[in-house]
Each structure stands twice: as C-alpha cells, then as structure tokens.
C-alpha cells in the first residue's frame, strides 16, 4: 500500500504539533509507522490521502455507531448550520436530548450537556464531592475517565498505550485524594470500605472497560460497587462515554441491571461531533449551579449542531431498537469467534475479549484478561505485527493492544467477511516469521 502522502503530511504536522497529531493515540507510536491521513469517511469505509480505503473499526475511538456521514445525521447537522452555530441562550433542542438522555439512561433523572468526556467526567466528580462533602475517589487500574489531572493516576487508553507510569506536570497533591484499585478485585474493594468508608465520595469506573482492551466485569463486580456505595454514602460513577448507547440504548447499567448514582456521556451521544453529558439523580444534580453551589459551565456547552448530530444519532438508534443491538452483539461475536479461532490455528496464543461491538485481541498466554495486570502480559510487539498485516489489507484497526476495537451498525456481512479474512491472513502472516 502506497502511502507516500500520509508520509508527507505527517512530516509536516510534526514540525508544527507534538507527535503530528491532537490526541496521542492516533500517532501509531505502539505500532512503529506513521499515522494514516484521512480525506474522507463514508459508511463503514475511510479513504485516506493516498486513495486507500479501510474498513474502519475504530470509529471515531467510539462515536460512529452509525459509520460516517449518515445521511440522517448531516441532514440534521446541515439544517441547523443554516440557523447559526451557537446562541450561549438555552433552546428546545437541549431539553429535547436531555429528556431522551433521561428516558434512556435508568440512573439520570436530570443532565448537564459539555463538550467532552473529560468534561464529563471532572465535572461528575466535582459534584460527587460536593454532593457528599467528602474528598477521596476510587478508580481502577487501566480505566481512563480523560485527562484531568487528579484522574490521571495509573489511567488506560494513551496513557497505557504510552506506557507512562505518571503523568509529568500532575503535581502529587493533586491525586493525593484519587485511590486506584485493581479492576475486578472484589476483596481489594470490600477491604478498602472497610477501612475508608466514610471518606470516599465517589468510585468511578467503566462499567465494561474499553480503554485497557476491552475487559468485560467479573460476575458481582458491579453488584458489590453498588452495594457498598450505598451503605456508605458515596456516589457511584458508571463512566459510560465509551458504553453509553453502544452496548446497550441504555448503557451497559441496562445490560448489567446495575443502576448506579451518576452516569457520564460522550462519544456516541454528540453523534460524531464534540457533545458530553454528566447525570445522575435528581437530589445529586440538585447541587450544580444555578441551583446549588457546584460550579459547573461551558461557552459551547449544548452546542446546538452538536446537539442537532446527537438527536439524529439517538432517533437512528431507537429505530434500530432491539434488532439494532441484536446485530451488533452477533457480529461481535462473530468476529471474536473467527479471531479466536484463526489465532488456534497458527498456534498463536490469544485471549479475545467482547462485548456487543467491543473487542480486544490480547497476545497473551495468560488464561483471561481481567484487569490491568494480565493485559499487561501482552505481547505488544507481536500485535503491532498483527495490526500493520491488517492495515496493509485494508483494516484499520486501533493501533494499540490497549484500546478496543469497534463495530458499527451498519457494517454488512461482507464487511465482516473481509474483517475475518484479513485478520486470518494477518495471523497466518504472524506464524510464517
Ligand atoms: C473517551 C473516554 C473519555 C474521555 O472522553 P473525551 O471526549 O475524549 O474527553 C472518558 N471516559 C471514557 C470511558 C472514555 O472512553
């Protein structure tokens, strides 16, 4: 595959931007190579600079349910451009996508609109403590709730990717409050309550983590954070701005039945344009300004061409309804199957992990991925391998063994076909050296 201008414009971004990208895992650092420029995405398919085409199982890093430029969602974007861009006034479209937000997600009973799910996520935070007057939060071990600072402290995505230990310029203090623990550790969880119980405002978790690999809960995870939170008082955060409206319309807290007391959004609520959200129980959000004392704001927050994609995104979805999902968790499954299979056959040890239209191949010999320890035993520069077999056919496939891939609903099956068959070549590929 000729990519002699991706080459060129990379040597030109790096001159003027750290790495020749905005976000550092698009820098194929992980994977040796430079990163692919894109022209353009329709459907399931990116072409890049070049005139290359790829299958596309990144998706945006999650927002792209629904593939590139839908025709329903650039409808919509389209037909608001026309009445301006932003208002910093409220309108109907705002209330319209809360109330959907809120009849979707079982834990929101009322929600704040931002820009990203960084914004979502500090903003949650800085409500819990204010809700419980308390300071420390529990997160876990290679899960990434963005990158504000005090959430910066042993986090997944880039940082795995990277494999920094810490993050410089993240001063102690300010994660001296932040508690991490092992994912999946009931005990680990149980024996800090223990002993903290009436300090912790808050645990924050990915409800099916994408950002270390995807690492689905451990049967009683999700029930014990919840029991625990509850008799202790803090609030518990499902970060679901990777999982909210793609594992299930209403997050993975409706595929688990766990209802947690905050709930955070991006990704595929902003429907491919910069849109978060942050919500939980009415009495919690009660405490965010104007009506409490929580401060909380944004110049473009509820950005109505934003918002306008995000509507689109979710009436899609709704349509889609029950099939919709159906899909998605059999072609996961689909795949994951195929994959594993593949690997058996050259006899290269893997653990593939999937959830709906989430899924990691570890190149691992451990017996299960379920934390950020045994994803940690992969082998990384195996996979690199394995991804550059998949990119030079036609896949392009996330370029780090520490973040998920991703289906869309409207890959058909002969996408899927040339997923499986490109990664059996890649895996074939992988056996012959
Ligand atoms: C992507 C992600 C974030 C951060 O969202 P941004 O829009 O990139 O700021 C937070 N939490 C989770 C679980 C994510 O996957």
Known sequence: MNRANSHALFNRAAQVTPGGVNSPVRAFRAVGGDPVFIERGEGAY??????????????????????????????????????????????????????????????????????????????????????????????????????????????GSGVATLGLPECAGVPVAVTADTITLPYNDISAVLELFENYSAEIACVILEPVVGNMGCVPPAKGFLETLRDVTQKSGSVLIFDEVMTGFRIAYGGAQTKYGVTPDMTTLGKIVGGGLPLGAYGGKREIMQVVAPLGSVYQAGTLSGNPIAVSAGLAM??????????????????GERVA????????????????????SMLTVFFTEAKEVTDYASAKT??????????????????????????????????????????????????QSLASH
């Open 46 to 155: 990116l072409t890049d600079v070049d005139g290359n085409r790829y299958l596309d199982c990144i998706g945006s890093w999650g927002p792209l349910l629904m593939g590139h430029a839908h025709p329903r969602i650039v409808a919509a974007i389209t037909a608001q451009l026309a009445k301006g861009t932003t208002y910093g006034a409220p309108t109907a479209l705002e209330a319209q996508l809360a109330e959907e937000i809120c009849a979707a997600v079982p834990s929101v009973e009322m929600v704040r609109l931002v820009s990203s799910g960084t914004e979502a996520t500090m903003s949650a935070i800085r409500v819990a403590r204010g809700y419980t007057g308390r300071n420390k939060i529990v997160k876990f071990e290679g899960n990434y709730h963005g990158h504000a600072d005090f959430l910066l402290a042993k986090a």
């Open 314 to 331: 979710l009436s899609l979805l709704k349509e889609g309804g029950a099939a919709l999902y159906e899909r998605l968790e059999e072609i």
């Open 337 to 356: 199957e195929s994959f594993r299979e593949s690997a058996r056959n050259e006899n290269i040890p893997v653990i593939v992990n999937q959830v709906g």
């Open 378 to 427: 992969s082998d990384t520069a195996r996979f690199a391998k394995w991804f550059r077999a998949l990119l030079d056919s036609g896949i392009y496939f996330p370029p780090s063994q520490f973040e998920a891939a991703f289906l869309s609903a409207i890959m058909s099956d002969s996408d899927i076909e040339h997923l499986t068959n490109s990664a059996r070549s890649a895996f």
